[in-house]
């Protein structure tokens, strides 16, 4: 999983602030996917993007939150006037374009916010 | 809604003993994956498995898909304090998008020396 680089690895934020997570795919890699994982509830999807397009965004509240992954550059998850539970680690995944069933995805090591 | 259960969720062994894992659903996947989670760190990707009933052996870790393609179970053998993390099955599901992994809660593995 050291191929796919998110940044920060940690994020402190005030409540209201905005906080921006980073994440590069591993080369050659054409999808990304967010997750958001808290200690008592597992992985749980956010969203799943290709370059310039949102292809399924069903996972992510429908407020406050929302993500992108532009032509040129990393894939960024905005979380604008971030409350105490938002505060979690962020997953970014990576896989490559295949239309087989197999979604093998590469992980990064997580940002991890915290909302103070 | 699709749930992967896995038990144990803790366990505790001494080095060198056997143990397995599960990870159950009613609902059937189209494929199903296996992590391990080290504290800290992402999800690194160990095996995915496709086939009802195949079996896929990664060194010391053995892999089973079942019949249905509803289950699966992970054995270690002779587990090594190496093993020592959270272990995660992800499923794909067969309707809508492929893509979108669903998780279990995991087992969270100690191996003492």
């Known amino acids: 999983n050291a191929g796919v680089m998110q940044n920060p690895r940690h994020l402190v934020r005030r409540r209201g602030q905005e906080a921006r997570l980073r994440c590069s795919p591993m080369?050659?890699?054409?999808?990304v996917y967010w997750y958001r994982q808290l200690p008592e509830e597992g992985l749980k999807f956010m969203v799943y993007l290709q370059k310039e397009n949102i292809i399924d965004e069903s996972g992510m509240p429908k407020e406050r939150f929302s993500a992108e992954f532009p032509k040129e550059g990393p894939s960024i998850l905005r979380i604008q006037q971030v409350v105490r539970g938002d505060s979690a680690a962020y997953f970014c995944a990576s896989s490559p374009l295949s239309e087989g069933v197999n979604t093998e995805a590469f992980f990064g090591q997580g940002t991890r916010l915290t909302v103070v | 809604t699709q749930l992967l259960e896995q038990s144990p969720q803790f366990l505790s062994i001494q080095e060198g003993e056997n143990l397995t894992v599960y990870c159950n659903s009613s609902?059937?996947?189209?494929?199903l994956q296996w992590y391990r989670q080290e504290p800290g760190e992402g999800p690194v990707l160990l095996v995915t498995?496709?086939?009802g009933g195949e079996v896929k052996k990664l060194k010391r870790l053995t892999f089973q898909f079942g019949d249905a393609r509803k289950d699966s179970s992970l054995h270690i053998t002779a587990a090594q304090p190496g093993d020592t993390g959270l272990y995660l099955c992800a499923g794909s599901p067969l309707a809508g998008n492929n893509r979108k992994l669903i998780w279990g809660l995991g087992t969270s593995l100690a191996v003492n020396p």
């Open positions: 498995v496709v086939t």
């Open positions: 080369k050659g890699h054409s999808h």
């Open positions: 609902s059937v996947f189209s494929s």
